[in-house]
Nanobody
Framework: QVQLQESGGGSVQAGGSLRLSCAAS????????MAWFRQISGKEREAIAG????????YYVDAVKGRFTISKEYAKNTVYLQMTSLKPKDTAIYYC?????????????????WGQGTQVTVSS
């Protein structure tokens, strides 16, 4: 059974940093495009960062570009999201997802597997 297990969420003050991890089991990250989504209370889930299956292309939405970095560590079959200069509007539940790379990277429908989510809270 495929599992994506997120960790690393928590509470931090504005300007702080967090690193989210997503450990995958029963799939190899070399075969999947990976992405991080977030869902702010009352809003739809949105993609914020993506990485191609071989790791040589990264994608970010403007809201996080320059502050967040997505990466893969194949030896640990884990994808990370390094978040710096956090802002209160980054407060959300963060999800990692694995997909087939056959749709636009921001499309929820393009991802077959999802983690359970991890809460990130940024206070001012």
């Amino acid at each position: 059974q495929v599992q994506l297990q997120e960790s690393g969420g928590g509470s931090v003050q504005a300007g702080g940093s967090l690193r989210l991890s997503c450990a995958a089991s029963e799939i190899t990250l070399r075969a999947y495009c990976m992405a991080w989504f977030r869902q702010i209370s009352g809003k739809e889930r949105e993609a914020i960062a993506g990485i191609w299956r071989n790791g040589d292309s990264e994608y970010y939405v403007d809201a996080v570009k320059g502050r967040f970095t997505i990466s893969k560590e194949y030896a640990k079959n884990t994808v990370y999201l390094q978040m710096t200069s956090l802002k209160p509007k980054d407060t959300a539940i963060y999800y990692c997802a694995a997909g087939r790379c056959d749709t636009g990277w921001t499309a929820v429908r393009g991802y077959d597997y999802w983690g359970q989510g991890t809460q990130v809270t940024v206070s001012s």
